[in-house]
Nanobody, 124 residues
Framework: QLQLVESGGGLVQPGGSLRLSCAAS????????IGWFRQAPGKEREGVSC????????NYADSVKGRFTISRDNAKNTVYLQMNSLKPEDTAVYYC?????????????????WGQGTQVTVSS
């Protein structure tokens, strides 16, 4: 069974940091580009960042550029999202997703497999 499992969410104060992990089971991530998406209450799902299957190409939403960093460790079958300088508007459920292509995209419809999400809350 193909699964993606996110972890690392939680409650953090504004200006703080969190590192999210996306671990795959049942398949290898080597041949998949991975994206991170988020959805806040009452808002549409938003593409945050993505990384190509080889890790050589990344893409970020303007709202997180310079604060978030995506990376992958194919040996561990895991992708990470390092989030620094967090703001209250970053509060959302964060999802990772995989699509069987080498290119990066922030379009949710291009992704075939999704995790269940992890809650990130930025509040003082």
């Amino acid at each position: 069974q193909l699964q993606l499992v996110e972890s690392g969410g939680g409650l953090v104060q504004p200006g703080g940091s969190l590192r999210l992990s996306c671990a795959a089971s049942g398949f290898t991530l080597d041949y998949y580009a991975i994206g991170w998406f988020r959805q806040a209450p009452g808002k549409e799902r938003e593409g945050v960042s993505c990384i190509s299957s080889g890790g050589g190409s990344t893409n970020y939403a303007d709202s997180v550029k310079g604060r978030f960093t995506i990376s992958r460790d194919n040996a561990k079958n895991t992708v990470y999202l390092q989030m620094n300088s967090l703001k209250p508007e970053d509060t959302a459920v964060y999802y990772c997703a995989a699509h069987p292509g080498y290119y990066t995209t922030l379009e949710a419809w291009e992704y075939d497999y999704w995790g269940q999400g992890t809650q990130v809350t930025v509040s003082s």
